[in-house]
């Protein structure tokens, strides 16, 4: 992917999308004075580079069955490179992980975590916790709440 250099009005349009992109391409245009064209090269030119990521659907927790949410907190016994690495690899890989962090100090590594119910708690703990003799502790703290989620990142100028 190549470097782009950013403008206010690029910056403006990413953070537009990261509230809702299904606003159409001439509705995001007029909303920053720039024609519908020019506005999708714009977009076009954020996904090529990479600013976009992907575009995914955040779907409703509470209309789907009842979800167990866990954050856990994982230690290693050795922490070099390939460990961590080996961990990290294992971890992302699991579609039950939804997001994964190496973290300093404390704990190698938090992972939030997200199943159905405990007997798949369960069998996650044993496929990545208990069945790695590298995992020196694991911490587990169950979500009874979710009070807010938003995967919206600041951008520069913007705050």
Known sequence: MKEIDLDATDLRVLDALQTDTTQSNQALAERFNISP???LRRVRRLRESGWIEREVAIL?????????TVIVEVSLDRQDA???????????????VQQCYRVSPGPDFVLVVTVRDMPLYHALAQ???T????????KAFFSVKRAKFSPRVPLPGLD
């Open 37 to 39: 064209p020019t506005c």
């Open 60 to 68: 409703d927790a509470g209309r789907v069955s009842p979800l167990l």
């Open 131 to 138: 069945n790695d003799a590298n995992v020196r502790n694991v």
């Open 82 to 96: 390939t460990a961590l690495d080996a961990f990290e690899q294992r971890a992302v890989a699991d579609d039950a």
């Open 127 to 129: 496929r990545l916790f």
